[in-house]
């Protein structure tokens, strides 16, 4: 099992950056594929970035690539998701998780909000 818990986000205008962070406990999750997604008002959860156990492998929503970068660290047990160029569309709460493979994640996070203005 493991629990996982966002940080970072806030409120940014567009353009600005933001370094979200997701800190595991419990088991660690040096084997587990890493995933962000989030989710805006109205609308369904969708998939940001993904990084394999390794961290050779990443993958991003069109919509995020070039802007976004997804990265973790084994050793402190941490998946961070570092935003640039915002846009107010980014804005949603963004939740980690954590799962066996890109399309199934077993374990979440509560979410932290990130709101974008104009």
């Known amino acids: 099992q493991v629990q996982l818990a966002e940080s970072g986000g806030g409120l940014v205008q567009a353009g600005d950056s933001l370094r979200l962070s997701c800190a595991g406990s419990g088991r660690t999750f040096s084997s587990y594929t890493m995933g962000w997604f989030r989710q805006a008002p109205g609308k369904e959860r969708d998939f940001v970035a993904a990084?394999?156990?390794?961290?050779?492998?990443?993958y991003y929503a069109d919509s995020v690539k070039g802007r976004f970068t997804i990265s973790k660290n084994n050793a402190k047990n941490t998946v961070y998701l570092q935003m640039n160029s915002l846009k107010p569309e980014d804005t949603a709460v963004y939740y980690c998780a954590a799962g066996l493979n890109f399309n199934e994640y077993d374990y979440w996070g509560q979410g932290t909000q990130v709101t974008v203005s104009s």
């Open positions: 990084i394999s156990w390794s961290g050779d492998g990443t």
